[in-house]
């Protein structure tokens, strides 16, 4: 039996993993184990550490659509560029780990002049960032830089995975859509940078459908954020939307709606589907969430 294992896995792509597999979770007892799926044939196991393992036939392909080989990461991560450049494009996305509340993604460019401004705010990796920050940055961004926000809201994320049964499909189409919005805006860019959630490959075939794909020169970088100015503004914007969406829901329908995918909050879900027709219910929570307990 193959297996695969990776060890200290970005939170960001353990939430992946986790909403991708999230009809496929087994009851599981291991105190070291904090989630275990199963799906065709192979198992994949979240533990506390942050080291998932895949076991089964076919693993070390089914580990690949969150951690692509060296050999098919094409174009190669050393950047050649610095950090602030202007005139490119930078894609982040945020939501899809997140039980309740749209997908959210983000594309944006700026001027060399705007990027020595956009150099003095306090703008890095997202994740790092306070709420409270990111809603004071997101609106000094927005007046420095061009950018494309596409929401997809939880019941056309819903409708998509269900045909798709595929998240990273939804993302991927997301981000082509923000492209073609800003590409639309721009007199030029030099080259677009999305920050990593799949390998290049499958990232274009994910897109086969879709009758307008942008492909000339997009590059793909894990950590995107921290390497490229471009992808940080757009995973604050990103960030900043999102939170905004949450609380538009929430006032909405009168509830209160927790971030991330924790078990509470799983079993808030479950409180709120009792509470709220189905119509209503699938306007603020992604239907393919696991809500059992572990």
């Known amino acids: 039996?193959?297996?695969?294992?990776?060890?200290?896995?970005?939170?960001?792509?353990?939430?992946?993993?986790?909403?991708?597999?999230?009809?496929?979770?087994?009851?599981?007892?291991?105190?070291?184990?904090?989630?275990?799926?199963?799906?065709?044939?192979?198992?994949?196991?979240?533990?506390?550490?942050?080291?998932?393992?895949?076991?089964?036939p076919n693993a070390i392909r089914a580990a690949e659509r969150f951690f692509p080989s060296k050999e098919k990461n094409e174009p190669s991560q050393k950047l050649a560029i610095a950090y602030n450049t202007p005139n490119i494009i930078g894609n982040d996305e945020v939501g899809v780990g997140d039980l309740f509340g749209p997908l959210v993604v983000c594309a944006t460019s700026f001027t060399k002049e705007n990027a020595q401004i956009l150099t003095t705010l306090p703008i890095k990796d997202s994740k790092k960032l306070r709420d409270d920050v990111i809603l004071t940055l997101a609106p000094q961004i927005k007046e420095l830089v061009s950018y494309s926000i596409v929401i997809i809201n939880n019941e056309t994320y819903n409708t998509l995975f269900n045909k798709y049964h595929n998240s990273h499909i939804i993302k991927a189409q997301g981000h082509n859509q923000a492209l073609i919005n800003l590409t639309a805006k721009l007199n030029q860019h030099q080259a677009i940078y999305i920050d990593q959630f799949v390998n290049p490959k499958k990232y274009f075939e994910y897109l086969q459908d879709q009758k307008n794909v942008i492909k000339e020169n997009v590059n793909f970088l894990t950590h995107g954020e921290e390497q490229i100015l471009a992808i940080a503004c757009s995973a604050i914007l990103a960030r900043a939307t999102f939170l905004a969406e949450i609380k538009k829901l929430e006032n909405k329908f009168n509830i209160v709606l927790p971030l991330g995918a924790s078990e509470s909050t799983k079993q808030l879900g479950k409180k709120y589907k009792k509470m709220f027709p189905l119509e209503q219910y699938h306007q603020f929570i992604k239907d393919h969430f696991n809500l059992e307990p572990k």
């Open 1 to 56: 039996m193959a297996n695969i294992s990776f060890k200290n896995v970005d939170l960001n792509i353990i939430k992946q993993i986790m909403a991708y597999y999230s009809n496929y979770e087994v009851t599981q007892h291991d105190k070291n184990k904090k989630n275990v799926f199963q799906k065709d044939g192979i198992t994949i196991t979240i533990y506390h550490t942050n080291t998932v393992l895949w076991q089964g």
